[in-house]
């Protein structure tokens, strides 16, 4: 069964920063692309950044860019995204997902991040 | 990129058939056929739904069925069910820049 268990959110100050783990089981991690989205309080998606299966390829949404850096390690089979420079409106529900046929397939049940002082 | 139009409520009876738009532009929504949408109910993570346009994922419903035509895709879910009451997601890829947009999302609601 896939499994995708994110942690690491919380409460931070603006202009703090968070590191956000989703570890992975179930499936053949190394070979798929993984997307983080997030899900503001009673807002829609937005898709936030991907990385491919080696970790060379890597895209953000232009409002994260240069503040967001989101990487991968294989051998620990996880996925995390460096949130640096937050802001309010960072404010959300961040959710790792598995990618397949340009989808995310699988995604985990998400942890709350809140910018505020 | 902006987020993919989406009528913010659509409703229907017990048995009906509803569909749901979802429209981009020739840079996304019209230019791949990488369309998927989702259904997320309260307080709980999204669910893949339709992938590739039309494309159901293993263990959902053929009640639901994707399309697209042009710029638009749409969603339909036939024989409605109260278990369908849920928030709907559209989303496509958009290219190497900003790879994926979401639509707005449209509440389904079952009378």
């Known amino acids: 069964e896939v499994q995708l268990v994110e942690s690491g959110g919380g409460l931070v100050q603006p202009g703090g920063s968070l590191r956000l783990s989703c570890a992975a089981s179930?499936?053949?991690?190394?070979?798929?692309?993984m997307n983080w989205v997030r899900q503001a309080p009673g807002k829609g998606l937005e898709w936030v950044a991907n990385?491919?299966?080696?970790?060379?390829?890597?895209h953000y949404v232009d409002s994260v860019k240069g503040r967001f850096t989101i990487s991968r390690d294989s051998a620990k089979n996880s996925l995390y995204l460096q949130l640096n420079s937050l802001r309010a409106e960072d404010t959300a529900v961040y959710y790792c997902?598995?990618?397949?046929?340009?989808?995310?397939?699988?995604w985990g049940q998400g942890t709350l991040v809140t910018v505020s002082s | 990129q902006s987020a993919l139009t989406q009528p913010a409520s659509v409703s229907g009876s017990p048995g009906q058939s509803i569909t749901i738009s979802c429209t981009g532009t020739?840079?996304?929504?019209?230019?791949?056929?990488?369309v998927s949408w989702y259904q997320q109910h309260p307080v709980k993570a999204p669910k893949l739904m339709i992938y590739?346009?039309?494309n159901r994922p293993s263990g959902v419903s053929n009640r639901f069925s994707g399309s697209k035509s042009g710029n638009t895709a749409s969603l339909t879910i036939s024989g409605l069910q109260a278990e369908d009451e849920a928030d709907y997601y559209c989303?496509?890829?958009?290219?190497?820049?900003?790879?994926?947009?979401f639509g707005t999302g449209t509440k389904v609601t079952v009378l």
């Open positions: 990385i491919n299966q080696d970790g060379s390829r890597k």
């Open positions: 020739s840079s996304d929504v019209g230019g791949y056929n990488h």
């Open positions: 997902a598995r990618d397949e046929f340009y989808s995310s397939i699988s």
């Open positions: 590739e346009v039309s």
């Open positions: 179930g499936f053949t991690f190394s070979s798929h692309w």
């Open positions: 989303c496509s890829y958009a290219g190497t820049s900003t790879p994926f947009v």
